[in-house]
Each structure stands twice: as structure tokens, then as C-alpha cells.
């Protein structure tokens, strides 16, 4: 295959939406599997909806899942502008020459008048098709018209045709399509305002920017035929190959809703996902990969990308698949990437100001690490660490094991074993074992006997991570100037003690 070149395309009238993030994902993984071209063109037609505010989130949103731009808005390129409220003086000129070469007409009728006619068609049932008045216009008396009337430009579709009864295409995903040309009613290319319609502009950005593969979603299919009807009439000789990727769904099969995942790229970034796994689980979503791993790296991701194991049926949107898939990246991860998840995180919560002191990105590191391998997302690391950064006795007790254990006398007899030699010294991993082998010679507990009391007492909790990893973790932060300080682990077994003092027999 010579090198693709493909791009895409989105409007900037709202949030990236993962529907056109996957798009916008499948189209460079292509580029980058074949040493092609990925190209950002910005299509901002609809002017009304459009803003330069949508335009840079987009573009932000994209860098941030990791989908750089070879050409377009931004990087620049031989072909632009890369903006087509920019290009407006292209698309008069190349629908002036349609309507020289008898490819289109002016087209006179009033919105009421089309409106009209659309409700009666389809009363009888039929396809709202333009019915060519303007076409049998002579082309002088149009030409007068048309210099003092407003007037909108038709392609004349029939013309284009030339005689052929379907227009048919090899889709990389769908095989053979063909659509009957009698369905396909004269279309506007350029309306009365000066402004295009998609399916002219896109045409003719395409074949000004030398696209060889037009890679979209299937709800695009039906604009194909008009898109290669233009193509004819404006002497594409070699027109893209297309690609229609399956629609997203939510789970049953139902449309898309904004609790099941149709929230924007921006929404996944703020609630603090890897990218890289929403990178992995977008690719799946209508994608399989040949080995059948569900865990890929971008790298991987590339290497194995191809249309052949693209599925033409619906892909479902499962967040507990894409929160599952998460938490495995998050394991991944090195500890710089999770210090820069988790610091924005922690500082929306409270537990960070906006200057760190000295050590605190070493210990937020150490922090998010015994949480990665449960947390798809990071803003989940504050409720998941809430007995951290939360404690007080009275919490700890409200947790019907803790107090169990406070209460029995066993336990407590460990607890208060451990809570004498605890002294005011940082306790270190191997500081802890030599106090829980010293509890243990004096009380004779062992196993959990010994260690879920010790766990409680050190940390208020009845469970979290492993011991040996997290008391360090505690002892640090209470060390650290944070604007919600942390209670060290012997502040933990006194306050508890002190709490349920005279409540035992």
C-alpha cells in the first residue's frame, strides 16, 4: 500500500464525544500502521454553532489521548487553509464551474415552497426528492435571475450519473454497496448565503488534500453516492476509498446515553482515566485484535490495526469493561504518570494545596501506587484512601469490625501491646516487623490473630492495602505540611485506645 493519507474531520459546535474520538482514533492508527498522513481538518460550516472555544478543546482533547497531527490546524501543510470557513472563495469557484459545465443550476424555490412539497411526499408515502423545477430553467434566464434574486446552487444528479442506474463503491468494512440513482433527488451544494453543504465541501477538501481513504462512522454511508457523484463531476480520477466503522451503543443495543458513556473526552480526563486505556478500550469498540488481547499499548495497538477485522455490527459502549480494562493500565503505569493523575485529583478534594512541598510528589507516587491496581480512574483515589486522609476514632468505630476488635479482649491486648512501643519514632517497614515479632512474643497471637488487631490500630481501618507498604505511607504524610493533615500510626492506635476506654468489661 503507498503511503495513506486520511483525516479527520470533526465540527466544533461542542465536546469530542467518544463516538468521534474512536473516528478520530481508527483513522490514525490506519495512518500510522502504513507510514501514511493524518490529517486535522476543522469543519466549521455550521457558523451559528461553531466557536474557536470547542475548536481548542478539541484539539487539546485529542492531544491528550495521544492522537498527534501530522497536517492541518495547527501543524500547517501545503494543502490548507485547514478551516472551512476559510476555503469559502474554493467552494464558489468549483461550484461556478459545475454549473459552466451543465453540473448544476441556480435553484429559485423559497424554504416554504420546499417545505411544502417535502410534507406532501411524504403524506403519499414517498422519498422527499427535489423534483428539478429549477433544472428546465434556461441557462441564460437563470444566469439573470440569479444576479438579482437569491438563489441557491443544485447538483444535477442525473447529469452527473450519466446514464447509470446505481452508484456502488467497495466500503472496507461493509464489502459492495450500491444505492439506486432514482433515490438520490438534486441536492444543494451551496446555499443561498454563499456557505456549502457537507456533502460538497468535504469533497472538495478531500480531493484538494489528496485523501486516499475516508474513514467515518456508518451513520455517513448514505452521503457516499452524493459524495461520489461530486467527485465525477469535479474530475476526481482516483476518488477515496471509504470505510464506514460500526455505530456506538449502549448496552442492549439502545442509543448511546450520556450515563452509559457518551460523555465527552473532556469528562474522562477530568475524572482522571489513563488515557491509554481509553485509548485500548475505544480501539475495541468495533476492532478486534488477531491475538485476542484485550490489554495493548498504543504501540501494539498500531502494529495489528486493519479493516479486515473490523465488525460491521453496532459496538457497545460497557463502562464496567472500560473501568476493568482501566484499572490494569493504571497498574502499569510508572510513578510519574501517577503522581500527575493523582495530583490534580487530590487537590480538587482538599487534601493538596496548590504548592507542593518538598517530598510531597515522591510520597504522592508511593500513594497512588498501593491504590493503581483498584482504581480505573483516579478521582476514586480519595474515597478509596478516605481512611488516610480521613480519620478520627469515632469514624473508625462506626465500622462494626473495628469496634469488635477494640472490644475483644484478645485484640486488645495486642493493640495495646503495640501501642506501648510505638513511641513518638517513624515506623518503618522493618521497624513495624520487629514490633509485630515483639507483640507477638508477648501475647502469643499470631497469623490473623496478630495481624488484623495490628492493621486496625495502625491505620483505623479493617482493611486496605498491604500493611508493610501503606504504614510508611501514613507515617510520611502525617509528616507533611498538607492542608488536611494525616494521622500518623501511632496517633491512630492512642485515639482508638483512648475512644473505647472504660466501654470494655
Known sequence: MTHPRVRFAPSPTGELHVGNARTALFNWLFARRHGGVFILRIEDTDASRSSTAHEVRLMDGLRWLGLGWDEGVGEGGEDGPYRQSERLALYGDRAEDLIRRGLAYPCFCSLHELE??????????????????????????????????????????????????????????????????????????????????????????????????????????????????????????????????????????????????????????????????????????????????????????IAQFGFDRVSRAPAIFDRPKLDALAARHMARLPADRLVELASGQLRKAGILGSDLPPGAPEWIGRLALLYADRLPRMSDLPKEAHALFDFTPEKSLADPEVRRALDDSRSRGVIEALSRRLGREPLTAPRFQALADEVRRETGAKGKDLYHPIRIALTGAASGPEMVKMLPVIEEGSRLPLPRSIASCGERARALLAATRGSTA
Open 116 to 301: 411544502e412539497e417535502r410534507a406532501a411526499q411524504r403524506e403519499a408515502g414517498k422519498a422527499s426528492l427535489y423534483p428539478g423545477r429549477c433544472r428546465r430553467i434556461p441557462k441564460d434566464e437563470a444566469a439573470r435571475r440569479r444576479a438579482v434574486e437569491p438563489a441557491a446552487v443544485r447538483f444535477d444528479v442525473g447529469a452527473a450519473a450519466a446514464g447509470d442506474a446505481s452508484i456502488g463503491f467497495e466500503d472496507l468494512v461493509h464489502g459492495e454497496v450500491r444505492f439506486p440513482v432514482s433515490q438520490i433527488g438534486d441536492f444543494v451544494i451551496l446555499r443561498r448565503d454563499g456557505w456549502p453543504s457537507y456533502n460538497f465541501a468535504v469533497v472538495v477538501d478531500d480531493l484538494q488534500m489528496r485523501v486516499t481513504h475516508v474513514i467515518r462512522g456508518d451513520d455517513h454511508l448514505s452521503n457516499t453516492p452524493r459524495q461520489l457523484l461530486v467527485g465525477r463531476g469535479l474530475l476526481a480520477t482516483a476518488p477515496p476509498r471509504f470505510a464506514h466503522l460500526p455505530l456506538i451503543a449502549g448496552p442492549g443495543g439502545a442509543p448511546l446515553s450520556k450515563r452509559e458513556g457518551a460523555a465527552s473526552l473532556a469528562w474522562f480526563r477530568e475524572q482522571g482515566y489513563p488515557p491509554e486505556a481509553l485509548m485500548n478500550y475505544l480501539a475495541l469498540l468495533g476492532w478486534s485484535p488477531p491475538g485476542g488481547q484485550d490489554l495493548l499499548t498504543g504501540e501494539e495497538l
